[in-house]
């Protein structure tokens, strides 16, 4: 009996240890995080990263140190620069974004900034299918989003941008065959090349106007949604077969672009002035 309750008292005295070490590290796992979140806001982000490796190596169940790791990563990596070590950033914070999600799939950061990263990523590609291979990757994440988070207004507006980006190139080279200029009024002038520019394009034209739109459902004052909503409706009304399509394209983009100047014009009035000692 003796023996029994000796056993019993040093299996409680183990856990109680082993409980006390575990609230220990997880106490020395926040410390690291503060630690690297300091380091992070003076943009030391090489520190910060070995600030939440290490709290993750003590507490491996630490969401919120998984979410500025991979962060950290991100912030280090520069748009349009292949270098080795700097894919290395890109790839580093994707795969910690990815483990976010996978306890956490619901985790509108992690989602939109690997969308981001694609989207970045797109700017240094030296080939065309490479980079439309990226935007299409950047496109799926930020649907993604836009089921995370409905009413993310960025999400919205950036299937649109990625609409313009990927028919843009089509768009310019169709102009090229036709011999016009990007300010010579449309629409395209060769009927074939017309339709099968519509057909690889039109829908994807008029999703991503339709994406702008929510956009601007969520943000009446959405001054960059406006500006690219100019764009492709400027640009759709190339393949218009009627005179009246093209005019109504070409004044609804007029109407959008004249509009983005306004609103910004309003915001920016509405910032407060600047004050200080007039100086004689």
Same mark, same amino acid.
């Given at each position: ?5 000796? $056993? ?20 020395? /796992?926040? +410390? ?16 910060? @990263? ?12 630490? &969401? ?14 520069? &748009?349009? /620069? ?17 483990? @976010?999600?996978?306890?956490? &799939?619901?985790? /509108? ?7 981001? #990263? ?24 930020? !649907?993604?989003?836009? %089921? ?5 207004? %960025? ?10 980006? !990927?028919?843009? &190139? ?29 057909? !690889?394009?039109?829908?994807? $034209?008029?999703?991503?106007? !339709? ?9 009446? %004052? ?8 100019? #764009?492709? #409706?400027? %640009?759709?009304? +190339? ?7 093209? +005019?109504? +394209? ?31």
């Amino acid at each position: 009996m003796i023996r029994n309750k000796a $056993v019993l008292l040093a299996a409680v005295a183990a856990l109680s240890l082993s409980l006390f070490s575990a609230g220990c590290r997880k106490l020395e /796992a926040r +410390d690291n995080l503060n630690k690297g979140v300091q380091a992070f806001k003076g943009a030391k982000y090489a520190e910060a @990263v070995e600030f939440f490796k290490t709290a993750i190596e003590l507490d491996p169940e630490y &969401p919120t140190a998984r979410l500025y790791l991979a962060t950290a990563y991100m912030s280090q990596y520069i &748009p349009g /620069a292949e270098s080795p070590e700097n894919l290395a950033y890109a790839k580093s914070a994707m795969e910690n974004f990815e483990l @976010v999600l996978e306890t956490d &799939p619901t985790n /509108a950061t992690a989602v939109e900034s690997i969308a981001s #990263l694609f989207f970045l990523r797109q700017q240094g590609a030296a080939k065309l299918e490479d980079k439309i291979a990226l935007l299409g990757d950047a496109e799926k994440w930020y !649907k993604r989003l836009t %089921e995370v988070e409905p009413t993310r207004k %960025e999400a919205w507006y950036s299937l649109g941008v990625i609409a313009w980006a !990927k028919w843009y &190139p089509a768009w310019m080279e169709a102009r090229n065959k036709a011999g016009m200029k990007p300010e010579a009024p449309g629409p395209l002038k060769d009927k074939k090349l017309r339709e099968e520019l519509s057909e !690889k394009y039109l829908e994807m $034209v008029n999703t991503g106007i !339709k994406n702008l739109e929510k956009a601007l459902e969520i943000d009446a %004052e959405y001054d960059d949604a406006m500006a690219y909503m100019n #764009l492709l #409706l400027r %640009e759709r009304a +190339d393949l218009a077969e009627q005179p009246a399509a093209y +005019d109504a +394209d070409i004044e609804a983009a007029d109407n959008w672009m004249q509009k983005a100047l306004e609103t910004r014009k309003i915001k920016a009035e509405r910032q407060p002035a600047a004050t200080g000692i007039a100086m004689e």
